[in-house]
Structure formats: C-alpha cells, structure tokens
C-alpha cells in the first residue's frame, strides 16, 4: 500500500465474508418427518445442504437419493442447468479496495444482488485511497502522470470542501444552496462534501457490502472473469472465487483459473450459465 504525500494508492481489492446462512435443522426434520422420509445431506455448508434441499423438493427425492451425497447432485444440477436451486443459497461479502469505475461495473449485476455502499455525503474523502490499474502502476512514466493528476484532483477536493464549509456558514449562502438558514454543521458540511466530490476521479477507493446467491455469483464470475472484462474487476471476481471455492466447494469447485499475459486469470467453468 503506497503512500505518496498524503495520497495513498491500492491495486488490489480485498474480499471479506462477513456473513452467511444457517439451516434450521430441527424445522427441515420436521418436514421430513411430516412426509414419513427420513435425510440428510453429507454437506455441512448451509448454502450447499440447502440448495439440494431445494431441488430435492422439486421432485420429493429424499427417500432414495442416488449414491454420491451432495457434492454429486450439485455437480449434476449444473450440468442439466436447474440453476434456480442454487438461488437459495447466499453469502454477504465485504469488499474494499475498489475504485468507483469498478464499482460502477459491479452494481450492473441487479438479480439476486444488494449493495450498500459507502456514501462520499457523508465521508470525508480527505483522507481518500485511490486505486491505480496495473497497466500504469507498472509504467514509472504513466505512474508518474496518474499520481499527479490524483494529487491535484485530491487537493482540489480538500480545498473546495473547506471553501464550501466556510460559504455555507453565511446563512445567505445557505439559503442559496437551498438548506436551512440556521443548518447545523453536519448538513452543511454534508452539502460541502457532495459538491466537492464532483472533481474526485473515478480511482477514488470505495467499499461496498454485497449480498447474492449462488447463482447470481456465477454469473457475474463468468461475466467479469472472463478474457473480456476490465482488468481490475477480473481481479475482484477472482478474490471473490477464492473465498467462495473454499466456503463451498460444491457449488463453486468447478470453476478452473488459467493465467492471462497481464498477470490476472480467466475464470472457467464446464457448466456455463447455470
């Protein structure tokens, strides 16, 4: 992590999981014993034990399960493509060390994703990170013309942050921007800082929660993992695939990672499109 006269710069974002589903045991043998079957799923991922809960109730195949426990039924959900079972099962993520571009990418994914993302209102970015893609921070000559403009943009930010602070204090001005002539300090300060992040570039650090299925997951490591994709979003669904490979190997255990020339990796799978 760099740091350059108060300006600190990231290239690589960071995945944390946060949160993640349990399954109410005693209720699931209550349905099953109200059905007179008697279960249970070899998995102990509640995202896994679930999803072949749900497909098992699509055709009641509790009471004879075919040999291979739940690793072999997901694998076979994915190859025939029943990938609506696999909406049942969620995970919420925490990722920081993005930068607004990416994230403006990543809230394209709409079906079967939450965000909540950092608010440059209400934080002041004074302190900000930004985050430098690899193609410049490799380069000492395009690093050195990223920084500067990060820097100026930085210190314009600062600046006019502070200037709209002290114009706002004038209850004339106040009116004028449309807030109440005796606006407390924490509505003026708000107003400053969402008109001077206007001059703040699209490197800016941000963090956002995320919240999605299995599905909805697959999709976007297909999408945005693909040879296709902007470099730094390929590096987050990778962090994002790792996380998930090791919390769930039989739903996300088929996915093959194959190196790219640019140092970042392709994201495979023999069931595409689940």
Avoid at 87 to 107: C, I, K, P
Avoid at 234 to 245: C, E, H, M, P, S
């Amino acid at each position: 992590m760099p740091t350059s006269d108060a300006v600190t710069v990231l290239t690589e974002p960071q995945v944390y999981l946060v949160g993640k589903q349990i399954v109410q045991a005693p209720e699931l043998e209550r349905f099953l014993g109200d059905h007179g079957v008697n279960w249970k799923s070899d998995s102990d991922v509640p995202a896994e034990i679930l999803a072949e809960t749900a497909g098992r109730v699509c055709y009641m195949s509790f009471a004879k399960p075919r040999p291979g426990g739940n690793a072999t039924y997901l694998n076979h959900i994915k190859q025939v493509g029943h990938g609506s079972v696999l909406e049942h099962g969620v995970w919420n993520l925490l990722l920081t060390g993005l930068s607004r571009s990416l994230t403006h990418e990543l809230v394209r994914h709409r079906a079967g994703f939450g965000y909540s993302q950092l608010s440059q209102r209400y934080v002041d970015e004074s302190v900000a990170e930004y985050v430098e893609p690899d193609i410049i921070a490799n380069d000492p000559d395009l690093h050195a013309v990223w920084l500067d403009a990060v820097k100026q943009s930085h210190a314009a930010y600062v600046k006019l942050a502070e200037l709209l602070n002290a114009k706002l204090a004038d209850p004339a001005a106040a009116t004028a921007a449309m807030l109440p002539p005796d606006a407390d300090r924490t509505t003026r300060r708000k107003a400053a800082r969402q008109a001077a992040r206007s001059v703040l570039p699209n490197a800016t650090e941000t963090k956002i929660f995320v919240t999605a299925n299995a599905r909805a997951l697959r999709h976007f490591l297909e999408q945005r993992g693909s040879t296709g994709a902007e470099p730094e979003i390929r590096k987050l669904a990778n962090r994002i695939l790792d996380v998930l490979a090791q919390d769930s190997p039989n739903l996300f255990g088929d996915y093959q990672k194959i190196p790219l020339p640019d140092g970042t990796f392709e994201i495979k799978t023999p069931y595409p499109k689940v």
